[in-house]
């Protein structure tokens, strides 16, 4: 399984913007996978945020977060990332990142509930206040 570690988490008011990016650590590469996004708040369950495919072409987005954040891929870097755009408060928790090497299509049941993801990364929080 790849390593994985997310950064760019912080504090950011109302209406701000935040750029999460998520790296291969330890020798690997994210090449060939399909990547995603997701987040826990406080007292919720864990959702899914943004998946994009091992193509770069194809990518899932919560309609809560639709139009808001974008996905994005470096894998020349080994990196993806998530711009988080007018930012709510109700965009606070902890943001992860997974990866699988095997592709399973980016519907509800890798994207929403992260099946088959093996990878995980520690997450960083991300907390939208005033």
């Known amino acids: 399984q790849v390593q994985l570690v997310e950064s760019g988490g912080g504090l950011v008011q109302p209406g701000g913007s935040l750029r999460l990016s998520c790296e291969a650590s330890g020798g690997f590469t994210l090449d060939y996978y399909e990547l995603g996004w997701f987040r826990q708040a406080p007292g919720m369950e864990r959702e899914g945020v943004s998946c994009?495919?091992?193509?770069?072409?194809?990518?899932w987005y919560a309609d809560s977060v639709k139009g808001r954040f974008t996905i994005s891929r470096d894998n020349a870097k080994n990196t993806v990332y998530l711009q988080m755009d007018s930012l709510k408060p109700e965009d606070t928790a902890v943001y992860y990142c997974?990866?699988?090497?095997?592709?399973?299509?980016?519907?509800?049941?890798?994207?929403?509930?992260?099946?088959?993801?093996?990878?995980w990364g520690k997450g960083t929080l991300v907390t939208v206040s005033s």
């Open positions: 997974a990866a699988s090497l095997k592709d399973y299509g980016l519907g509800y049941l890798r994207c929403g509930y992260g099946y088959g993801l093996d990878s």
């Open positions: 994009i495919g091992s193509s770069d072409d194809s990518t």
